[in-house]
Each structure stands twice: as C-alpha cells, then as structure tokens.
Nanobody, 119 residues
Framework: VQLAESGGGLVQAGGSLRLSCVASGSTYQINAMGWYRQAPGKERELVASISSGRSTKYADSLRGRFTISRDEAKNTLYLQMNSLKPEDTAVYYC??????????????WGQGTQVTVSS
C-alpha cells in the first residue's frame, strides 16, 4: 500500500483547506485510516481517524472544525479543515492500518503535506 497526500498550502487564519490522500496498491488490506500532524519541535499527534465501518475519532481540540471522510470507491481519504488557526500549522500525514496477516497489521504513512496558516 502506498499513500499520497495533496491539498496543503498557505492559507490565512479563518480560511479552509481540504486535504486528500490517495491509496494505491493492495488497498483491500486497509482497515482504518487517519490523519496525523507534526508541528516543528513537537511530537506527531492524531488529528482524526476513521474505521472501515466509518466510525470516526477526533482530537478533542479539533472537533467541530475538522471533518474526516473516506471514499472507498476512489481509495481516497479526506480531511476538511475549517476556521483554521495559526496553531494548525504543521506537516499533515496520512496513515493507513494495513492488515498483513491474521496475527497482525502495520501502519503505512504518506510523505506528508505542509499546511501553513498565517495570522
């Protein structure tokens, strides 16, 4: 499985962006997917995740501003980000939980896309 993000960029505070992540390869092995972000000098943190059953989970601080969705027909994961703040500036990574056997799974990561929010 390979992941490719797009949609990042520079936006003013209060603006919106939609990130996309296209999965390729053995996509039938993908279970849950998610978005993570990493700001300079900080650890990578969960933004939102979505299971194969479309159950979603959000970081408490982002709930209500960010929406995660998944189009399985297009093998694409989305993150709609509204009311962006300067503190949302980070590299955003797409993640997929890939089932590799009955015993286990592994995480696959995209290369990341930069989101910069100016004040």
């Amino acid at each position: 499985v390979q992941l490719a993000e797009s949609g990042g960029g520079l936006v003013q505070a209060g603006g919106s962006l939609r990130l996309s992540c296209v999965a390729s390869g053995s996509t039938y092995q993908i279970n849950a997917m998610g978005w993570y972000r990493q700001a300079p000098g900080k650890e990578r943190e969960l933004v939102a995740s979505i299971s194969s059953g479309r159950s979603t989970k959000y970081a408490d601080s982002l709930r209500g501003r960010f929406t995660i969705s998944r189009d399985e027909a297009k093998n694409t994961l989305y993150l709609q980000m509204n009311s962006l703040k300067p503190e949302d500036t980070a590299v955003y990574y797409c993640q997929a939980r890939v089932v590799v056997s009955i015993e286990g799974s592994l995480d696959v990561w995209g290369q990341g896309t930069q989101v910069t929010v100016s004040s």
